[in-house]
Every structure is written in structure tokens, then in C-alpha cells.
């Protein structure tokens, strides 16, 4: 397939040089130019390339929606409010690890998270001016937590700077995102 997006940027005659120029050069079975500005022509992207996969026998139960275990699942709800929350302000440089989870007489989930973060100044924007990102994080993965989970949940996060550690094998298997045996 060639799918050739940014569409909107271009004239009718442009995108149509374009897609020539590539059909001169290779052999595709499909074109779909688009513009994900406009979100024109997935949904047909989406029903060609379907129509392209062969049937297979399920790998999976069909309501296991996910082979990851509910504790990495919850990793990332906090890892993507962290990207979300901070946005630019700190890169992909924090891992989350659940260290604790134990449910308590009156059916609350407490939930304790390890931050994992590279410098300094990335503890210190996560936590932000008198607690106040750190807040906003814990409250948004929180809500979130308590939709897969389906009870109540109470979350705890902890930051903790530990140069580098995204170049420690150990650490990221630990974490969740990679195997050091494969």
C-alpha cells in the first residue's frame, strides 16, 4: 500500500504528481492518500487492509482483550497521564512499576506506583509547584484505574530519580517493557 498522508498541504494536481511519481517507482496494490488533519479515508484504509489479512484461528479467548497483566496495564494508565499532564516538559524518560497493591475491609484498592525518572528536574516538574501535577496525575490515572479495575481504587505515586535507567537491562525488564533473554 502507499498511503500518502499531509494531503491537506497540497493541491488536487500536487497530490496527483505525487502519487504517479511513486507508482512509476513501485509496484503498489492500493493508494490512499490522506490527511490525518481532516481524518479523510481511514475508515477505507481500515476495511482494505482487513480485506488483505487472512482469517486465522483466534490466538486469544475472544474476551481477552489484552495478554498484559493488570499490574502493567495500570503502569501504563500513570505512564500516559505523566505524558499527558507534562506533555513536552519531560520526555519519554519515566517508566511506572506497581510495587503494592492491597485491598482493604471497605473494598478500596490501595495501589502504591514507583515513578522511575532520569534527572532531577524531571522529579521536580512531575511533582510540580506544591504538589500540584503530581496531583492532577495521581487524580486522572486514578479514575481511569478505577474504569479497568471496576471498584474503587486509592493510588499512590512515588518518584524516584535514577540516572540512565532506561540503559540498565534488569530495569527494564523490571518495569515491564522488554525481555533480557529474548
Avoid at 534527572?119 to 516538574?125: E, R, T, Y
Avoid at 484505574?145 to 540512565?164: D, M, P, S, W, Y
Amino acid at each position: 500500500f502507499l498511503i500518502f498522508n499531509k494531503i491537506d498541504r497540497m493541491t488536487k494536481e500536487e497530490v496527483l504528481e505525487n502519487l504517479l511519481s511513486w507508482q512509476k517507482r513501485f509496484q503498489f496494490a492500493e493508494f490512499f492518500p490522506i490527511s490525518a488533519l481532516e481524518g479523510n479515508d481511514f475508515r477505507e484504509l481500515i476495511d482494505t487492509t482487513i480485506s488483505y489479512l487472512p482469517e486465522g484461528e483466534a490466538l486469544y479467548p475472544a474476551d481477552e482483550i489484552t495478554d498484559s497483566s493488570e499490574d502493567f496495564q495500570i503502569a501504563e494508565i500513570v505512564r500516559e497521564k505523566i505524558l499527558y499532564c507534562a506533555q513536552q516538559e519531560v520526555p519519554h524518560a519515566s517508566g511506572v512499576l506497581v510495587e503494592r497493591r492491597e485491598t482493604e475491609e471497605d473494598g478500596v484498592e490501595h495501589i502504591d506506583a514507583l515513578v522511575l525518572v532520569e534527572k532531577d528536574g524531571q522529579k521536580g516538574i512531575l511533582i510540580g509547584k506544591h504538589g500540584a501535577m503530581l496531583g492532577r496525575i495521581t487524580q486522572e490515572a486514578q479514575r481511569d484505574i478505577e474504569k479497568l479495575l471496576g471498584h474503587k481504587v486509592h493510588l499512590t505515586l512515588f518518584i524516584r530519580v535514577e540516572n540512565e535507567w532506561r540503559n540498565k537491562d534488569r530495569a527494564i525488564e523490571t518495569f515491564g517493557y522488554g525481555n533480557i533473554d529474548d
